[in-house]
C-alpha cells in the first residue's frame, strides 16, 4: 500500500525483494494516484484529491474480495505513510484478513507543518464549504520537473534518481500537492484512527517504523497507536527520513531484513 502521491511502481525493489523471498506481491495505484482514477473537474494530473478517506478503505476492500481472495494464504500487509493509515483503518474494520503487517512511517497524523489542527481544519473545511474542495492547498504548486535530493524523503541517492527520472517520463506519476479536501480528509483520520476502542480490535501483529528524520508524519501519533495494540512494537530506524525504503544500503538493508523476517513469521 503506497503513500501520498506515490504508485505501486515506485516500490519495484521492495516488490522484487518480495517475489525474491518466495512471496506473491498484490500492490495497486490508490483512487487519484498514477494509473488509477481520477476525480472528474481535476485535469491537473500532479494534484491529488479525496472526497473521503474511507474511499480507500472501500476500494482496499474490494481489492481483497476481487483479486485477494484468489491468492494463498497466510495473507500479510506492507503499507507505507497514508497506505499506513488506510490499512490501520482496514484492520480495525477487518481484524482478522491480515494474519501480520508492516507499516512504514503510517500516517497516523500528517505533519502539519506548525499549523494548529483546529486552524488546518477550519482552513480547509471553510475551502470545502465555499466550493473550493478540488482546488489545490496553496503550499503547494504543480509539479514542474525534476526534484531536489537534499529536501526530498530519501537518503538514498541512486534510489531517488532512479525514481525522480521515471517520474519525470511519466506523466500519471507526477502528483505531489494535496486539495483542499485531501487535507482535510488528512487532518481527520488522526481521530478516526485512535476512536475509542478503534486500535484494540486488530487482532493480527503489527509492526510500526519510525523513521529519525521525518518532516511528513508525526512520531508521537504512531506511539499512541502501538501502545493501544495486542501486539505492536515501534522501531526507530536511524539514518532514515520519511522514505525508509528509499534508503541508503546501510540503513535500507537491516530494515528491511528484519521486515521481511517479521512478514514470514520468523521474528
Known sequence: MHGFTENADKFSEIIHSLLESGFSVV???QRGHGRSWRWPGIDDLSLTHADRFEDYVEDLEQVVAQVLA???????LFAHSMGGAVSALYLEKHPDT????????PMIAPDRGGLPLAAGKLLCGGAKALGLGKKRM??????????DFETSCATGRERFDWYDALKAEKPLFQNNG????WTREALNVTAK??????????????????????GSVLPDAQEAFVARLK????TLVKGSKHEIY??????LFPWWHGVLEFLKGAE
Not at 138 to 147: A, D, L, Q
Not at 201 to 210: G, H, K, L, W
Not at 231 to 234: E, K, L, Q, S
Not at 246 to 251: E, F, K, L, P, T
Open 138 to 147: 496553496f503550499v503547494s504548486k504543480p509539479y514542474s520537473g525534476p526534484e
Open 193 to 214: 484512527i485512535l476512536a475509542p476502542g478503534a486500535v484494540e480490535r486488530i487482532a493480527a501483529p503489527v509492526r510500526v517504523y519510525t523513521a529519525e528524520v521525518d
Open 98 to 105: 491480515f494474519a501480520r503487517a508492516a507499516l512504514c512511517a
Open 231 to 234: 501486539d505492536g512494537r515501534r
Open 246 to 251: 528509499r534508503s541508503g544500503d546501510d540503513v
Open 70 to 76: 484468489g491468492m494463498p494464504r497466510p495473507w500479510v
Open 27 to 29: 500492490a495497486y495505484d
Open 178 to 181: 494535496p486539495t483542499y479536501g
